[in-house]
Each structure stands twice: as structure tokens, then as C-alpha cells.
């Protein structure tokens, strides 16, 4: 029986699981997981910590986040550990299912091996996060293309935009003439990553909808390289 877990897994450890571990943490009901299993504190940590195949996924996850953030730069990382932090929160909401959870956290584990640590001279390539994808392409006389995809884990929402972004600037303007007519999505480097806003039209009310969004849907956030 597996009786502690590795340093590297300690140090991301309260980013795969919502609680506090360490080298004395209590074997898991079927399997050590990345979190103390006697201070489960919902459903979800509580079944998989009494499932061997989440509770070694939820292992795998924890292992590579420590790789990552190992290889990372510091800007980077933060957006890593905010995204996993949003993750988590879709994850506790599966109260439990267990076919639910080994979806989830399969999904989580491929996007985690997807993240490409390579240095990007500039805005193009793939990008993600926990709830969406960005796309940014060079486009013809100097433009970019920008494509957003986002989604509620729970099906509660969805965002979808594609715009045009002049170059030019130290960051990307983007503009859509079909969804979002006079919306700004706004994309800055940090560092290794992208950080996305949203900006509403002159004369908009603050905190209007997006309307490339359905209700309460949103794309701002930090995305990710991923190839």
C-alpha cells in the first residue's frame, strides 16, 4: 500500500483536491488519492476517494499539474493554478456520479497533457482553459483571426465568437461583424499566456450580457498554450 506521496505530488497537491495533504495522510477507502480522504469534505471528494480508477486519475492529474508548474514561468503557473481552482469547482458540482467524475476527470487529464510549456513569440496558436478554447491565426494585411469557443461544464451556457483584430498593437482588439456587432474582446500577452476581457461597446450599459453568450456565459479569462 502506497503510504505517502511523492514531493513533487505535494506540491500540487491542493490543486487537484480541494483539502490539505501530506506525507501522513490516510490511505484512501480504495486508493490513495491527491488529498487527505478522512477530511473529504463533499460527494464528489468522497467518491473518489472510494473508486481506485478516480482516485488514480485523480493522482495523474496532481503528477502532471507538479510537472508543469515545474517548467512554467511564474505568470504562467498562476494562471494554471486559477484554472484548476475553476475547475474544481465544476468538478464538486457532479455531487458524487461517478460516471460524471471519470468524464470529468478525464477530460481534465488530456487538457493537462495538451499544455505546450514552449516559449510563443506572439499571439498565434491554440489556447485554453477549464471552460473554452481560443484560436488566434495570422490573417491576410497583417490581421489576426480570432475564434472563441466556451462552455459551461454543466450545460448551462455556451459562447461562441469570431472576430478580426487589427495589428499594430501590443495586444489584440478583436471585432466581430456577425455575433457581438460593436462588443471588443480584448486579448493581452501574460507572460507564457493570454489574458481575455471583454470590453462593451461605447454608449453600452456596464455589465450588460455578452451577446455572443448565451445567459450568464462568459469568455474573459486566462487561456493557456496547448498544441
Not at 129 to 150: H, K, M, P
Not at 220 to 225: I, S
Amino acid at each position: 500500500m502506497i503510504r505517502s506521496v511523492s514531493a513533487g505530488l505535494l506540491a500540487a497537491c491542493f490543486l487537484a483536491g480541494s483539502v490539505a495533504c501530506g506525507p501522513g495522510a490516510a490511505p484512501a477507502l480504495a486508493a490513495p488519492a491527491s488529498f487527505d480522504c478522512t477530511k473529504a469534505h463533499n460527494a464528489t471528494e468522497r467518491a473518489i476517494c472510494a473508486d481506485a480508477g478516480l482516485s488514480a486519475r485523480d493522482l495523474e492529474i496532481a503528477g502532471t499539474i507538479a510537472g508543469l508548474l515545474r517548467r512554467l514561468d511564474l505568470v504562467t503557473a498562476k494562471i494554471l493554478r486559477e484554472d484548476q481552482a475553476a475547475f474544481l469547482a465544476d468538478r464538486n458540482e457532479q455531487q458524487g456520479d461517478r460516471a460524471g467524475l471519470a468524464t470529468a476527470l478525464a477530460a481534465r487529464s488530456a487538457f493537462l497533457a495538451s499544455i505546450d510549456p514552449a516559449p510563443r513569440a506572439d499571439f498565434a496558436g491554440d489556447w485554453a482553459n477549464a471552460r473554452g478554447r481560443l484560436v488566434v491565426r495570422r490573417g491576410d494585411a497583417g490581421s489576426w483571426t480570432v475564434e472563441v469557443d466556451a462552455r459551461d461544464p454543466g450545460g448551462l451556457w455556451t459562447c461562441r465568437f469570431t472576430g478580426t483584430a487589427k495589428a499594430g498593437r501590443p495586444d489584440l482588439a478583436a471585432e466581430s461583424r456577425e455575433t457581438a456587432v460593436g462588443w471588443t474582446v480584448r486579448i493581452v500577452r501574460k507572460a507564457g499566456a493570454l489574458q481575455v476581457s471583454v470590453e462593451v461597446p461605447d454608449g453600452g450599459k456596464p455589465g450588460a450580457p455578452f451577446p455572443a453568450c448565451t445567459e450568464r456565459g462568459s469568455v474573459a479569462g486566462g487561456y493557456l498554450p496547448v498544441k
